[in-house]
Structure formats: C-alpha cells, structure tokens
Nanobody, 123 residues
C-alpha cells in the first residue's frame, strides 16, 4: 500500500515560519504532482501549492511570495516552507500525491492523502 506521512506542524506567532514535510512510502511506481492543501474550521479544503515531477510550481494567490513548495524526488518527499505566517493561515494542512501504485503487472493511478498536520498562527 501507499502512505503519506506529514510532519512539521505546530503553533507560531504571526510573522513566524514553519516548514512542513511529507514523505510518501510503499508500493509506488511513480509520482506525478505533489501538493499541499489546507482546511480551516468551517471552510472547504483548498489548494495551497503544487509541484510537478519536473519542478514547476503553482500557488494559491493568498500564499504567493510567502510560501515555497519543493520536492526531493529521490526521497519521494515534498516540503512546504511557510514564512510571514498570518492568523488566517491557521488550518489543518494535508499532503497530496498523484501517483501510480505498483501492483505487479498493473500500475494503478492513485490520489493519496496524508493524515493532516495542524498549523496554528496566533496574532
């Protein structure tokens, strides 16, 4: 099977920084895009940032210039460096990977999610 394990969440004051990590493991043939989403209380889950296998990136307007997404393909790991954090960044952050699961003869498309990590930014 496939697992995505996140780390790096926590509490920080406004203006501070945090770095999230997410490692994918298991029967993985290949990973296309990896990304971070977040869900604040009472709100829908939203895209924060995406990074393709080739390194191209895409960000939500609300985090452009403050967050940086990167990945280490050799380690199947994606990172999110979050700077100049604001109280409105408070949410549970979820890692996502668009991948092919290796099932012997078959390569099965899979949209994998981590369990989420809480980021709390106080004013």
């Amino acid at each position: 099977q496939v697992q995505l394990v996140e780390s790096g969440g926590g509490s920080v004051q406004a203006g501070g920084s945090l770095r999230l990590s997410c490692a994918a493991s298991g029967s993985i043939f290949s990973i296309n895009a990896m990304g971070w989403y977040r869900q604040a209380p009472g709100k829908q889950r939203e895209l924060v940032a995406l990074v393709a296998s080739g390194g191209s990136t895409n960000y939500a307007d609300s985090v452009k210039g403050r967050f940086t997404i990167s990945r280490d393909n050799a380690k199947n790991t994606v990172y999110l460096q979050m700077n100049s954090l604001k109280p409105e960044d408070t949410a549970v952050y979820y890692c996502n990977a668009d991948l092919l699961r290796d099932s012997g003869w078959f390569k099965i498309p899979m949209d994998a999610w981590g369990q989420g990590t809480l980021v709390t930014v106080s004013s």
